[in-house]
Structure formats: structure tokens, C-alpha cells
């Protein structure tokens, strides 16, 4: 199975910027996209954003629209996660997948393959 593994949380201020990465033990195939989620505990996970592997289309949730940008790396197998203007809501444990469900339309769509996760902590 491919393995998923995410760097680059850690703590920043309101307004501040961090940067994940994630970066997947094999090729991971063109038809599936690469997926951010985020979750608090306590709450469902939720979609952050998404990039299509095939042409880079992305789709982002409206809570991070104009902040966070996904983007890919296809030659390194490495999925990137550019956060900026950080708002403390933004606290959470954020995940990567790998997903075969991205044309289904539906929103999250439903991964194959997780990270770990890594903690993500905004102070206000």
C-alpha cells in the first residue's frame, strides 16, 4: 500500500504562515487526486482542499479560500499545503490522502490511502 507521511506542523500565530508537505512512498496513479483534511477533536473530519494529479485541477473549501493553496510536486511525490493568514479556527490535526473518489463530485471525497497526521496549533 502507499504510504503517506506529512511534515511541517507546528505553531503559529494568528496571521502567520506555515507550509505542510506530504510526500508518498510510490507513484501514486494520474486518475487519483491528492486530498488535505483537517480535524478537531471531537468534530467530523473535513475537507481542506484538493489537487487533481492528472491536470492540477484544485477545489478548496470556502473556509480557506484566498489563504491556503494545495499544490504537487509529481517528480518528488510530494503533495505541499502553502497556509497563510492563519486564523486560530484553523487548529487542527491535518491529514493528506490519496483518493479515487475525486470525480464522484462528492465533497470530501472518500480517501484510499492516509497520512498520519500532523498537529497544526494558531494562537491568537
Known amino acids: 500500500d502507499v504510504q503517506l507521511v506529512e511534515s511541517g506542523g507546528g505553531s503559529a500565530e494568528a496571521g502567520g504562515s506555515l507550509r505542510l508537505s506530504c510526500v508518498a512512498s510510490?507513484?501514486?496513479?494520474?486518475?487519483?487526486?491528492m486530498v488535505w483534511y483537517r480535524q478537531v477533536p471531537g468534530k467530523e473530519r473535513e475537507g481542506v482542499a484538493s489537487?487533481?494529479?492528472?491536470?492540477?485541477?484544485?477545489k478548496y473549501a470556502d473556509s480557506v479560500k484566498g489563504r491556503f493553496i494545495i499544490s504537487q510536486d509529481n517528480a518528488k511525490n510530494t503533495l505541499y499545503l502553502q497556509m497563510d493568514s492563519l486564523k486560530p479556527e484553523d487548529t487542527a490535526v491535518y491529514y493528506c490522502?490519496?483518493?479515487?473518489?475525486?470525480?464522484?463530485?462528492?465533497?470530501?471525497?472518500?480517501?484510499?490511502?492516509w497520512g498520519q497526521g500532523t498537529q497544526v496549533t494558531v494562537s491568537s
Open positions: 510510490e507513484y501514486i496513479h494520474s486518475s487519483f487526486c
Open positions: 489537487i487533481m494529479r492528472r491536470d492540477g485541477s484544485t
Open positions: 490522502a490519496a483518493s479515487s473518489d475525486c470525480y464522484s463530485g462528492y465533497w470530501p471525497p472518500r480517501a484510499d490511502y
